[in-house]
């Protein structure tokens, strides 16, 4: 390793969203370029809720993939009131499941479908446990009362914590976090509980959303915080517990439906993340650290060997496009137009 050069163990994505048709096949080309496997979200226009449903998304996304790739996508199961317990360990078993999505519903894009009352699926939850399948959690209460900056926090106090008295066997995965509550709760609930953060709750606040006008391109859910917020939560990526590592949260959405009277929330940073994760780590001086974030963390606590290969960042500076063309749609990137420090070489 050299100030401008740095081999990594391949890293995962441990949560993206590839969605469906024209725009999975255009974004699943761009991930499997950088990493070795991903878990891939579930909430598709219907749901994927059974084994059966997961199996068929794989295999569209194996259909997509360049001749030759080896990337590995790792399917989830939408997780709702009606779910049956026996397709998912079945599904699990045979290798197509493996974990399940708890989207509150009406928390994000596409989770209508989603779990109202935690407690209806409490039994489901019970064989997960058994059967060691983790849980991932979009951490978030949707209650109309609660500030939208405040959803994350009450969440953890009024659902998570709960939830892991009940379930003290159950592994589960709070995504994307964005508040100092998340970023100091993960390192104190137990070898059963992780985090993922993503390249954008690292660089942006609330504040950016509104910078020189609405930039509706930085909107996401959960949506960036305040400033304390942010530092805490870049200080728990780049801090030494193995149970913080990398997930894009990557959302891929038409520049139409971002720049609309109602726009979605979600952000595209398939091409600018691993620059952007490392330019984090080494302003923060611990760019050694990089590697156990994006490698070795998620494979450690998901069960799973790390990846056989290794990729090279080089200090070179990398243009990110101004848009990715999918069908007769196009996506704007994070960072789009502009370039960065550490690029991915070939």
Sequence with gaps: MSETSLTLTRP????????????????????AAVYGRAIVMPNLVPPVTRADQAAAYRD????????????????????????????????????????????????????DAGVRDIRKVDAVLTRMAEIGMPLLVHGEVTDPEIDIFDREAVFIERILKPLMD?????????????????????????????????????????????????????????????????????????????????????????????????????????????????SVFEAEGVLDRL????????PRFYGLPVNADTVTLTKSGVNIADGLTAGTETIRPYHAGETLDWTLSD
């Design 12 to 31: 995962d994505d441990w949560h993206i969203h590839f969605r469906d048709g024209e725009v999975m096949r255009a974004v699943v080309p761009e991930t």
């Design 166 to 278: 009940r379930q003290p066997d159950l592994k589960i995965v709070l995504e994307h976090i964005t508040t100092r509550q998340a970023a100091e709760f993960v390192p104190e609930g137990g070898a059963n509980l992780a985090a993922t953060i993503t390249p954008h709750h690292l660089e942006i606040n609330r504040t950016d959303l509104f910078r020189g006008g609405i930039r509706p391109h930085l909107y996401c859910l959960p949506i960036a915080k305040r400033e304390e917020h942010r530092l805490a939560v870049r200080a728990a990526a780049v801090g030494t517990c193995n149970r913080f590592f990398l997930g894009t949260d990557s959302a891929p959405h038409p520049v139409h439906a971002k720049e609309s009277a109602c726009g979605c929330a979600g952000i595209y940073n398939v091409a600018s993340a691993l620059s952007v994760y490392a």
């Design 60 to 111: 569209r996304i194996l259909a997509a993939l360049p001749d030759g790739s080896s990337f590995q996508p790792l399917m989830t199961a939408y997780l709702t009131e009606t779910t049956d317990p026996d397709n998912l360990a079945a599904g699990h078993a045979a290798g197509i499941l493996t974990a399940v999505k708890l989207y509150p519903a009406g928390a994000t894009t596409n989770s």
């Design 291 to 298: 590697e156990a974030f994006a490698s070795l963390n998620g």
